[in-house]
């Protein structure tokens, strides 16, 4: 499985980003895709979470201005981040986990929050 996160940049507080995360190789028996960031000297945290059975999980700091969804045709999944704060300021990674259980990960794209 090989991911690629795009989307990510610089803007003001307030604004709206879309990350995108195009999903390719074996995808089949994948059971979740979900959004990490990690800022700098802090752990990596989830922020969203997509399943195969539609349902999703979110962060409680990112609910209500977070959106988690998938595009099977395009087999992408997409963070719409709206009304967007400094502190969302962070790399933010893919993660796709197999029915199996294993784990894949995808190189982060950078999002910028300036006040």
């Known amino acids: 499985v090989q991911l690629q996160a795009s989307g990510g940049g610089l803007l003001q507080a307030g604004g709206s980003l879309r990350l995108s995360c195009a999903v390719s190789?074996?995808?089949?028996?994948?059971?979740?895709v979900g959004w990490f960031r990690q800022a700098p000297e802090k752990q990596r945290e989830s922020v969203a979470r997509?399943?195969?059975?539609?349902?999703?999980f979110y962060a409680d700091s990112v609910k209500g201005r977070f959106t988690i969804s998938r595009d099977n045709a395009k087999n992408t999944v997409n963070l719409q981040m709206n009304s967007l704060k400094t502190e969302d300021t962070s790399v933010y990674y893919c993660?796709?986990?197999?029915?199996?259980?294993?784990?894949?990960w995808g190189k982060g794209t950078l999002v910028t929050v300036s006040s």
């Open positions: 993660n796709v986990v197999q029915t199996k259980g294993i784990g894949y």
């Open positions: 190789g074996s995808i089949f028996h994948i059971n979740s």
């Open positions: 997509i399943f195969s059975t539609g349902s999703t």
